[in-house]
């Protein structure tokens, strides 16, 4: 099954930009290969490449990370510590992108922890799914 994928203003505007800058013409590439699998997202739970961290009550819409890696180079996906924050919801077949970032990028003690305020005080209506 094939779903709609959207990277949310809010990412587009944060660290995408740093990702854009410091990787230049790997990012497009790097862009689109996340467009392809998020189309497929139900493969990436099968090869542990995502994590669900929080599902609705009706298990309809799941907030997970997944990591990804830059196109072209040598690093894994996991010791690259790059992440993206996903909301899928799968009554509607959408996956929103709503947050892309390197591990560095996040402040504080606990990576999850300073990625989940991030998602509640930029995204309401997912606030209540942490």
């Known amino acids: 099954m094939k779903?709609?994928?959207?990277?949310?203003?809010?990412?587009?505007?944060?660290f995408?930009?740093?990702?854009?800058k410091k990787y230049r013409g790997a990012w497009d590439r790097t862009l689109k290969g996340l467009e392809v699998e998020?189309?497929?997202?139900?493969?990436?739970?099968?090869?542990?490449i995502a994590e669900t961290i929080s599902t609705s009550g009706d298990n309809d819409i799941?907030?997970?990370k997944t990591e990804?890696?830059?196109?072209?180079?040598?690093?894994?996906?996991h010791?690259?510590?790059?992440?993206?924050?996903?909301?899928?919801?799968?009554?509607?077949?959408?996956?929103?992108?709503?947050?892309?970032?390197?591990?560095g990028d996040i402040d504080g003690p606990s990576e999850t922890a300073a990625w989940q305020s991030v998602i509640r005080d930029?995204?309401?209506e997912y606030a209540k799914f942490l």
Do not use: D
């Not at 998020?38 to 542990?48: D, I, N, S, T, Y």
């Not at 830059?70 to 894994?76: L, P």
């Open 122 to 124: 930029n995204y309401p």
């Open 62 to 64: 799941r907030i997970c």
């Open 79 to 103: 010791a690259s510590g790059n992440r993206c924050i996903i909301a899928i919801q799968k009554s509607a077949m959408t996956v929103h992108v709503l947050l892309v970032y390197h591990k």
């Open 16 to 20: 995408i930009k740093t990702f854009a």
């Open 68 to 77: 990804f890696k830059i196109a072209g180079t040598e690093m894994s996906r």
């Open 3 to 14: 779903y709609e994928v959207t990277f949310r203003p809010f990412t587009e505007r944060h």
């Open 38 to 48: 998020f189309a497929f997202v139900e493969l990436l739970f099968g090869k542990q």
